[in-house]
């Protein structure tokens, strides 16, 4: 088990773009939104990964992650076909 302190920040323009070396497709869908646990299939390539996301206690949350999860079941799933 993890903890996730999500960080926002604020950009002033788009000049970050030019430092960009590559950039991927990532395809994700949300198998719960219960504002107790987030339920998430997330596509990277060939690889899915299934995340579980507690509320929020403070300013961090229990993130639990399994990689390489079946892909075709996870693009069944998060109807993401």
């Given at each position: 088990m993890a903890y996730e302190i999500?960080?926002?920040f604020l950009?002033?323009?788009?000049?970050?773009?030019?430092?960009?070396e590559n950039s991927f497709m990532l395809r994700q869908?949300?198998?719960?939104?219960?504002?107790?646990?987030?339920?998430?299939v997330r596509i990277k390539n060939e690889q899915a990964t299934?995340?579980?996301k507690s509320k929020n206690i403070g300013i961090r949350r229990n993130e639990f992650e399994w990689v390489s999860c079946i892909l075709w079941r996870a693009r069944q799933k998060a109807y993401l076909v």
């Open positions: 999500e960080r926002k950009l002033i323009n788009e000049q970050w773009r030019d430092e960009v869908g949300y198998l719960s939104t219960n504002p107790d646990a987030t339920v998430r299934l995340t579980i």
